[in-house]
């Protein structure tokens, strides 16, 4: 079957970095995306990764390793306003989105 | 960006009342749309993903005839909960894409929050 994990809540302090992980197994593999999801509203979109290695924009970064199944967004300087939720999907051979469950990140003081 | 619109944002109503949810992508062309379903704490499930002037292909579990999908254009695609029991009180979210086989990401509207009394 397709899965997907990250875990579901770090805590982080504000100003720090924080590295969010995801582990994928799915059928086929079209890119791994990154969203933002706050208490209530609907994701946005962060990050797009097909080739391996890192992208970066801004203070948030993401890492991907096809071989690995494994990618990973990181967020610098961090802000009380990145408190939210962190969603990897993934888009197999059929561009159908597996989604995670997503990492609930609680950024504190 | 890429702009999609989803109206209403927040709907009460009574038991045994039907629901329209509309989402519309406002500057690009919609091939797919996808309908998604979000409890509280809890991660987005998918419902059902259509592509412009054809059926909708519904996830395992979801009724096709208690949650009608429409995708007549482009630019917009309905949802309505036929009739709404509060065990339908959810987050509803739509997304578009613009190509059916596109790695672009899918865009999301805001989200209607459904509460059903």
């Known amino acids: 079957g397709q899965n997907i994990d990250q875990p579901t809540e770090m805590t982080a302090t504000e100003g720090a970095i924080v590295q969010i992980n995801c582990t994928y197994q799915?059928?086929?593999?079209?890119?791994l995306f990154w969203y933002q999801q706050h208490a209530g509203e609907a994701p946005t979109f962060l990050s797009y990764?097909?080739l391996d290695g890192l992208e970066e924009k801004g203070r948030f970064s993401s890492f991907l390793s096809r071989s690995k199944g494994y990618s990973y967004l990181l967020l610098k300087e961090l802000q009380m306003k990145d408190s939210a939720s962190y969603l990897c999907?993934?888009?197999?051979?059929?561009?159908?989105?597996?989604w995670g469950a997503g990492t609930k990140l609680i950024i504190k003081p | 960006g890429a702009v999609v619109s989803q109206h209403p944002s927040w709907v009460i109503c009574k038991s045994g009342t039907s629901v329209k949810i509309e989402c519309r992508s406002l500057?690009?062309?919609?091939?797919?749309m996808f309908w998604y379903r979000q409890f509280p704490k809890q991660s987005l499930m998918l419902m059902a993903t259509?592509?412009?002037?054809?059926?909708?292909?519904?996830e395992q579990g979801v009724e096709k005839d208690k949650f009608l999908i429409n995708h007549a254009s482009l630019t917009l695609s309905t949802l309505t909960v036929t009739s709404a029991h509060p065990e339908d009180s959810s987050f509803y979210i739509c997304?578009?894409?613009?190509?059916?086989?596109?790695?672009?990401?899918?865009?999301f509207g805001d989200g209607t929050r459904l509460s059903i009394l």
């Open positions: 500057d690009f062309q919609a091939t797919t």
């Open positions: 799915t059928s086929g593999f079209n890119g």
């Open positions: 990764n097909v």
């Open positions: 259509s592509n412009e002037g054809s059926k909708a292909t519904y």
């Open positions: 997304s578009a894409r613009g190509d059916r086989f596109d790695n672009q990401p899918q865009h």
């Open positions: 999907a993934v888009l197999d051979s059929n561009y159908q989105l597996i």
